[in-house]
């Protein structure tokens, strides 16, 4: 079936870097796209989003890229610090059964930053 | 502001018994939205409300799972029976009407025995 999946389990990079988390989804019918970041023990807290008529969209130090032609999502984070790590999921807007509102997450990406 | 609340944040039960988890959503959120995440399959959306009234239980994995919402500042999610294959960590998310985005409870970390 359609799914949203991400190219990397681990990440490992060294702090004060820049960092590149992908994501593959395959349901072009997505209107927009989400990442979501997961400390351990902690819910996924909102980073930011991306509307499938956009292909680029900034937030503090995070750039959301959406390649629609190859159906290709990144996160980069700019300046990583130890308080990035974390696993990183992208999401996509789900339409299932009669409602329109749930998402379908990827199955994470885990981001260690480096002293 | 308070955000996502979720009780018990830690259950342990024995194969058999009813687990019952909370949830009490963002105050004037209109939709609340429970997952189940496991190392296997990720984060799994089971069911949502919008204004109290489920709109979509198609996650929901078979009839053991039951889902309430009494009121806007209330849901549970009931396991009865409960089965080791259970065990996870159960989200609840909440959003208000018009916003995509969805705030993420602190998650119930189920296990059972």
């Known amino acids: 079936g359609e799914n949203v999946g991400l190219h990397l389990p681990t990440l490992s990079v060294q702090e004060g870097d820049n960092s590149i988390i992908n994501c593959a989804y395959s349901n072009s019918a997505s209107d927009y796209f989400i990442w979501y970041k997961q400390e351990s023990g902690k819910g996924p807290q909102f980073i930011i989003d991306i509307r499938s008529n956009m292909d680029k969209r900034q937030g503090q130090r995070v750039t959301v890229l959406l390649n629609k032609t190859v159906k290709h999502l990144s996160l980069q984070i700019a300046a990583t610090q130890p308080g990035d790590s974390a696993v990183y999921f992208c999401a996509e807007k789900m339409y299932s059964g009669g409602g329109a509102d749930g998402l379908t997450f990827g199955k994470g990406t885990h981001l260690i930053i480096q002293p | ?113």
């Open chain 2, 1 to 113: 502001d308070a955000g996502v609340i979720q009780s018990p944040r830690h259950e342990v039960t024995e194969m058999g018994q009813e687990v019952t988890l909370r949830c009490k959503p963002i105050s004037g959120h209109d939709y609340l939205f429970w997952y189940r995440q496991t190392m296997m399959r990720g984060l799994e959306l089971l069911i949502y409300f919008n204004n109290n009234v489920p709109i979509d239980d198609s996650g929901m994995p078979e009839d053991r799972f039951s889902a309430k919402m009494p009121n806007a500042s209330f849901s549970t999610l009931k396991i009865q029976p409960s089965e080791p294959r259970d065990s996870a960590v159960y989200f609840c998310a909440s959003k208000p009407d018009g916003s995509k985005t969805q705030y993420f409870g602190p998650g119930t970390r189920l296990l059972v025995l």
